[in-house]
T-cell receptor, first 119, second 115 residues
Framework: DTAVSQTPKYLVTQMGNDKSIKCEQNLGHDTMYWYKQDSKKFLKIMFSYNNKELIINETVPNRFSPKSPDKAHLNLHINSLELGDSAVYFC??????????????????FGAGTRLSVL | DQQVKQNSPSLSVQEGRISILNCDYTNSMFDYFLWYKKYPAEGPTFLISISSIKDKNEDGRFTVFLNKSAKHLSLHIVPSQPGDSAVYFCAASRYIYNQGGKLIFGQGTELSVKP
């Protein structure tokens, strides 16, 4: 029973299209994240939601819009896809947004990733 | 500005020997550090972590050491097994009010354990 699942696993699309990636966690966690792993293999945070509230929004183009219908789901919608959006996108969740000293709440659990290829 | 760096992109070790993976960071405000392991086509899996108030944490074959003065941490795997072959990511977290702990990842070290 997968703890953090994201769909689809692979996504191939044309430049200019709009696409969505879905993520669900069954761990009962309050906080969810989207990360992007680029061609240089760096994992960089894009967004974080805590109980459906946006708490982290890195400098991501506004073509990317996260949506959290409930605390178990965090979807990522991307408008007007560009070649540079090609990457692997990972969803993750943690028990809560971490507070100082409560290290366990920092532990994030990741989905298997969605490989997006924009042609 | 890469705040967490893993300067060795790859490491090859013989089965049964020790694997030592290194990580350096620049931000002294980081208060929690984690190691993740990643197999191809899978997501990163949490391995072990350490709080900034400690200098060592051990879990079975895995030990993480933290040297705050040098802003350096390392992961020791003893004994190494072929199944340990994977990419290992170091990550650091700093609590920011109202944002929680945001993880900053290094670029990973690919460990190959040869039988």
């Amino acid at each position: 029973d997968t703890a953090v699942s994201q769909t689809p696993k692979y996504l191939v699309t044309q430049m200019g299209n709009d696409k969505s990636i879905k993520c669900e966690q069954n761990l009962g966690h309050d906080t969810m994240y989207w990360y992007k792993q680029d061609s240089k293999k760096f994992l960089k945070i894009m967004f974080s939601y805590n109980n459906k509230e946006l708490i982290i929004n890195e400098t991501v183009p506004n073509r990317f819009s996260p949506k959290s219908p409930d605390k178990a789901h965090l979807n990522l919608h991307i408008n007007s896809l560009e070649l540079g959006d090609s990457a692997v996108y990972f969803c993750a969740s943690s028990q809560d947004r971490a507070t100082g000293g409560q290290g366990d709440k920092n532990i994030q659990y990741f989905g298997a990733g969605t490989r997006l290829s924009v042609l | 500005d890469q705040q967490v760096k893993q300067n060795s992109p790859s490491l090859s070790v013989q089965e049964g020997r020790i694997s030592i993976l290194n990580c350096d960071y620049t931000n002294s405000m980081f208060d929690y550090f984690l190691w993740y392991k990643k197999y191809p086509a899978e997501g990163p899996t949490f391995l072990i972590s350490i709080s900034s108030i400690k200098d060592k944490n051990e879990d079975g074959r895995f030990t993480v050491f933290l040297n705050k003065s040098a802003k350096h941490l390392s992961l020791h795997i003893v004994p190494s097994q072929p199944g340990d072959s994977a990419v290992y990511f170091c990550a650091a977290s700093r609590y920011i009010y109202n944002q929680g702990g945001k993880l900053i990842f290094g670029q990973g070290t690919e460990l190959s354990v040869k039988p």
